[in-house]
């Protein structure tokens, strides 16, 4: 079967996520699946016992790639997308150039780069946007901005199929998500 993938490339709390629901939302006729790079590394993470903290999810991507070779993690969530039952799936979280790389490569593959100011994502972080992240400090967040595994986003959107800048409100993001799909179709 033949799936159509998005891959979504993006700064933590650029509104991937919502782009992921948006995009559900708007394909309520078609069979879409939502996945994610992290899924692996949490799966991961839960088998070994691990806590599961953006800390462990940064570092056992690049022991991966660093133990095991430069698109390892890409394979994974590669044999996960076969496996799923969708026509189209909406893949969050393209971090690294093997991760675009790869996906190229698929037939009907598309990159859509999410964009939001530094302060604008650290405003959700501390509104508590995600379950237990709100009491990160303005250093803790650029510390974790520049983490290996964050540092070629900007690159990797660069070379994106579609850009959506997010800094305005949700309203203003679903009519930039709902104009993407209506140049898509």
Known sequence: MHKNI?????????????????????CADKKVA??????????TLVAWGLPLTRHNLQRLAIIMNDEFGEGTLTHAVLLRVEKVDADIVILDGIRWPSDRNMLRQKPGFRM????????????????????????????????????LTEQLIEEIGESADYVIENNGTETEFRERVHELFRKDS
Do not use: C, H, P
Not at 15 to 23: E, P, S, V, W
């Open 112 to 147: 859509v780069y999410i964009m939001a100011d530094s302060a604008v994502r650290y405003a959700r972080r501390k509104a508590g946007q995600k379950a237990g992240e709100a009491e990160v400090s303005l250093q803790q967040f650029e510390e974790e901005d520049n983490v």
């Open 6 to 26: 998005i891959g979504v490339v993006g700064r933590k709390l650029s509104g991937k996520g919502t782009f992921g629901a948006l995009f559900s939302e708007i």
């Open 34 to 43: 939502r996945m994610s790079f992290s899924d692996v590394l949490r799966d």
